[in-house]
């Protein structure tokens, strides 16, 4: 029986009604994700979960939003949440190579970054005025001249000794200098050789004798100049603790419940005090070649290097890092010349986004993180360790050998949110055995939705916030209905929306750009109707070649009349951001043998495994329904006429069995109608994909060449809820001129094509007379017993055996 498909069925339209609003301007706009309950379930759970590898791998495909969706949904997340703490690298004074990392509650960081600034430059102004005062002046005088007296007390005894003696000290650079005395003169060196060795040897005993006090003088005077040495030290440190000792009290008080910063406070007081001829050092002459910065050297570590900084930070952070490289992630270590040397301290520890999310959450693409070096393995690392250090790469990889800076690694506390495909997720899954510990949850998002009033009148709130976001004209009720219609065309279903939200906002923006040309208040339906064709326009230049090539007679089409073993079959052809239908003429040839069927396109390397496959259920469907008493005897030749591309799938199956079926009955096949549909062995036609593509595809085909209102497509009648057609085909159908066909089985299909019944099977095993299949059976039947004259054709040769 013809099965016709009225034109309601062609394409679902929307009530613009259901959009309860005139504008959209009239509308609550959209909060939160819609179309995505089990992804939202999967990321609730994720992020709720405290347990270690619980991190979450959303997997969905670009374009459905799947970035800006879990960017949002995070931040919503992360507003119930507490703030995470404030992270410093300090000076290290008992290990300069390996800065300490300090931990503030949020905002403190910046506090304390300010108040260690204050007390080191309150620090350097009052320690020099200690140092003038009078007081201090005094003190230090009476402790030098105390010494000092020790001292000369103790040199005035050593020259009374030695003139005892009969010699005289002189101070020399090189110390103190014994030299004899003779007649109340000093002997040079000259004189003293001429001395009679009786004199000299007696001269130098005395001399020896004297050395040996002259030693423990010397001993005594050394320890005299460090006590001077010690007592103004400790003069001085007096005094810098009494200038400076409010200062520092105040600040342990400050922190007294922080350990770490008052166990650090000390430290510092404790190098300030040690070290406090840089405060009041004698100013000295500048020369030509000093830089300003050089003197601030000193200072430098006393700085708090502030690397997260959550003092602005409401909730927990939520971070999308849009480009891991390692350092990115991880954080870095600048550096600065410095007369012709590279250097680097703790101040210019800059952290990464791990850093930044630490205590919330970080967002990445997983595509980026792998194609970075380091940045994967470092993540996992990270993620099981619990804790993130800034190192240099080379250090990570094992190039540098240098010594440098270790900062302290940081205690992680974070939630990693991976953004990828499917196919990421199951080689990942597959290969990466850390990848399933730290990874255990998956958030699928889907590319449809169900087409409900809810979920309508949700498009329209979308439509709704993206309009207010990017300040565009809103839409009226009617555009809003052609934009979900839209949406259903993209999801090729009519009970189903795309949730591919970044091709609807750009229809959206185009719509509005025709909307500011014409100075319209807001869009209308006929603005988005332009956005759509315009937006195929730009891609289908090689849709119209195709299209002129047939009009020319270039391709061979026909839509009109009648052929033996030659159907219209159609394809569909993937440009990236387009696909459009192609008609193709299909042809079997057939003639006795065994070879059974051949396609020649897998004969000519064109044909995919997926086509292959669908040649060879014909096969299956040939045997199952005509063979039961007969061999099947049959030499086919499949092929797509004027196809030089690789064919691939088994939506033209049916075609090709249509093709055969024509050449073994000799009826012809109507050329008005093209076909599409896969077939199984039982003869049943299954669905296929781009079932709008291919109807439009032919429609074009047949406007190209002229109408007589009796061309049309068969197609699977499981394919007729995707039918989302262009108005225009459904206009055509409804006035008669073109018409849509839905089938179940082969057998329905060679009726519409032939306009002969396909014939029962009748109790004898026989077919009816006068139908397809009869004339189809009749046919082999010939064939089988035409090779028996041909002994050369019955005797099989031996087949491989292929094991299972």
Sequence with gaps: MLKELPF???????????????????????????????????????LDIKERGFNIYVAGYPGTGRMTAVKDFLEEVAKAKSTPSDWCYVY???????????????????????????????????????????????????????????????????????????????????????????????????????????????????????DAELRNAMRQLRASEGKIHEELKKLNRDVAFYAIGHLVTDQKEKYKNFPEVIKYIEDVQNDLLENLTQFVKEPEAPTPFQFPWIKELPFRKYEVNLIVDNSELKGAPVIVELNPTYQNLFGRMEKEAQFGVLTTDFTMIHGGSLHKANGGYLALRVEAVLQNPLSWDSLKRALTSEEVAV????????????????????????????????????????????????????????????????????????????????????????????????????????????????????????????????????????HVKKAIEEKVYRSNLIQDKIQDMVKRNFLLIDTEGEAVGQVNGLSVIGLGDFAFGRPSRVTASIGMGREGITDIEREAKLGGPIHTKGVMILGGYLTEKYAKDKPLSLSARLVF????????????????????????????????????????????????????????????????????????????????????????????????????????????????????????????????????????DKQLRDIAEKLREFPEFTTEKPKKRIRL
Excluded: W
């Design 391 to 526: 190192e240099e790469p080379g250090e990570r990889l094992g190039f540098i050998s240098i010594k440098g800076l270790k900062p302290e690694p940081i205690p992680l506390d974070i939630k990693i949110v991976l953004i990828g495909n499917p196919l990421l997720y199951q080689m990942l899954y597959i290969y990466d055995m850390d990848f399933i510990e730290l990874f255990k949850v998956k958030a699928d998002f889907d590319t449809t939705m169900d087409r409900t009033e809810e979920n309508m009148r949700k498009y329209a709130a979308f439509v709704c916030a993206f309009c207010r976001k990017e300040n565009l004209e809103h839409l009226d009720a009617l555009a809003v209905a052609k934009i979900v219609e839209y949406s259903s065309r993209i999801a090729s279903d009519q009970g189903k929306l795309s949730t591919r939200f970044a091709e609807i906002a750009d229809i959206i923006r185009e719509a509005n750009f025709y909307a500011n040309q014409e100075n319209a208040r807001h869009v209308t339906a006929n």
């Design 641 to 776: 006429e004027q196809s030089y591309e690789e064919v691939e799938g088994d939506s033209a199956s049916s075609t090709e069995l249509y093709a055969i079926l024509s050449a073994l009955s000799g009826l012809p096949i109507k050329q008005n109608i093209a076909v599409t549909g896969s077939v199984n062995q039982r003869g049943e036609i299954q669905a296929i994909g781009g079932v709008n593509e291919k109807i439009e595809g032919f429609y074009e085909v047949c406007k190209a060449k002229g109408f007589t209102d009796k061309q049309g497509v068969l197609i699977p009648e499981s394919n007729v809820q995707n039918l989302m057609l262009k108005e225009e085909i459904v206009e055509a159908v409804k006035a008669g001129k073109f018409h849509i066909y839905s089938v179940k089985t082969i057998d329905e299909g060679i009726e519409i094509l032939t306009g002969i019944e396909a014939g029962r099977r009748q109790a004898d095993g026989t077919f009816e007379k006068k139908t397809v299949n009869y004339l189809v």
């Design 8 to 46: 309601d069925k062609l394409r679902r339209e929307c009530d613009p009604k259901m959009m309860r609003c005139e504008t959209t301007q009239q509308l609550e706009p959209l909060e939160g994700i819609i179309g995505q309950e089990r992804a939202v379930r999967a990321l609730k759970f994720g």
């Design 92 to 210: 290290n004074f008992h290990n300069p190579y390996e800065p300490q990392a300090i931990r503030l509650p949020s905002g403190q960081g910046k506090v304390f970054q300010k108040d260690m600034t204050d007390l080191i430059s309150e620090a350097r102004r009052i320690l020099p005025k200690a140092f003038e005062s009078e007081d201090y002046s005094d003190k230090r005088a009476a402790t030098v001249k105390a010494i000092e007296e020790e001292r000369h007390n103790l040199i005035e005894q050593l020259n009374k000794k030695a003139q005892e003696e009969g010699f005289v000290l002189q101070s020399t650079p090189m110390g103190l200098l014994v030299i004899p005395v003779i007649r109340g003169k000093p002997v040079g060196d000259e004189e003293f050789l001429a001395l009679s060795p009786k004199v000299k040897e007696e001269i130098q005993k005395r001399r020896e004798k004297l």
